[in-house]
Structure formats: structure tokens, C-alpha cells
């Protein structure tokens, strides 16, 4: 089976077939990179993994996907961060709406109390914080993307930077440090 960034490289090229054979190798590490960020969610979410990774590669691969353009597997999935970023922006105030019922929390019938969800605000604020962030320092913010809305280690957030793991420990810190800073209350 081809590498990934050659698939990307046969896309770009406008090979017909690349664009189905990219799905299959990257399916399962966006499934899994999808579920994690998913994880912290109230078993009442309405976003799946499995929609949220459809979602995010129909945003990738468009109808034309010469027109994509990746260099290279760290970029693609640094897009497919960005991609799953948006939509649970989009999905955070989609729910923030009047129409959706605002303010107003969803209550589950018959069932034991579950963790809290949390709420569409603080995702729209860290989005407010991250793009902040992105103008001041591009690479910590696209490391925060990684790792938080992608779900990736430190480790393979460092490969898809291109920075050593010990620069993206740094990096790490830093941006968890500056968006405390600009997210705690008071």
C-alpha cells in the first residue's frame, strides 16, 4: 500500500484514483484522533467520531482534490486538526443559539447524572484565545490545535511540526501557560 504523502503528491498530480486510495490509510488514525477529542464530551453529544472524521474530509478532499494540495502527511493532518477545530466551533454555536435553545441545558430523562458537558462558551472562548494566539506565535497555536482539537501526543504533534519533541514540550507549555492566562475568569 502507497505512503500517505505519496497519495497526497498523486492527488496534487489530479490522479483520479489517489483521492480513494487516501481515505483507507488515513480512516483509522482520524477515527481514533476524532474519538479522543470526543472523549471529554456528555454521553448526550450530538457529534459522533465517525461524523465528525466525515466531515472533516469532505472540508480536506474536495471535489477536485488537485486542488488540496498537502505536501506531506504532517500538513494533512495538521489540516485535518484545523478541519475538526472548525466543525466543533461551528457545533458549539450552532447550540449557543436561541433557535437551539441557548442558554437552556439539555436535562436526560431516566438516566444517572452524567459528567458536565462542557459549555459551548468556553469552546468559543478558547477559539477566541487560540486565534489570539495564532497571531502572535502561528506555531504554538497550530501545536494547541494538534494536540487539543486532533488529539495528538506530543510526540507526533512535534513529527507534524517538524520540531524536536523537547521544542514542542517547550512550545506546550508556553501556550497552555499564555491561554490560562487569557481564559481564567477575573
Not at 85 to 103: D, F, P, Q
Request: a neutral charge; one cysteine or more.
Amino acid at each position: 500500500m502507497a505512503d500517505v504523502t505519496q497519495i497526497l503528491s498523486a492527488m496534487e498530480r489530479g490522479e483520479p484514483q489517489a483521492a480513494e486510495q487516501l481515505l483507507p490509510l488515513v480512516y483509522d488514525e482520524l477515527r481514533r484522533l476524532a474519538a479522543a477529542k470526543l472523549a471529554g464530551e456528555a454521553p448526550g453529544h450530538t457529534l459522533e467520531p465517525t461524523a465528525l472524521v466525515h466531515e472533516a474530509y469532505l472540508r480536506l478532499v474536495p471535489a477536485k482534490p488537485q486542488a488540496a494540495g498537502f505536501a506531506n502527511r504532517g500538513h494533512f493532518f495538521a489540516a485535518a486538526a484545523e478541519a475538526m477545530r472548525r466543525i466543533l466551533v461551528e457545533n458549539a454555536r450552532r447550540k449557543k443559539r436561541l433557535k437551539r435553545g441557548g442558554n437552556l441545558e439539555r436535562a436526560e430523562l431516566l438516566q444517572p447524572e452524567a459528567p458536565a458537558e462542557t459549555p459551548p462558551e468556553d469552546l468559543l472562548a478558547l477559539d477566541e484565545a487560540l486565534n489570539q494566539l495564532a497571531e502572535e506565535d502561528p506555531v504554538k497555536a497550530e501545536l494547541v490545535k494538534l494536540r487539543f482539537f486532533a488529539g495528538l501526543t506530543s510526540e507526533e504533534a512535534a513529527d507534524c511540526l517538524g520540531v524536536s519533541r523537547a521544542t514542542a514540550a517547550r512550545y506546550w507549555t508556553y501556550a497552555r501557560a499564555w491561554l490560562y492566562a487569557r481564559l481564567r475568569p477575573g
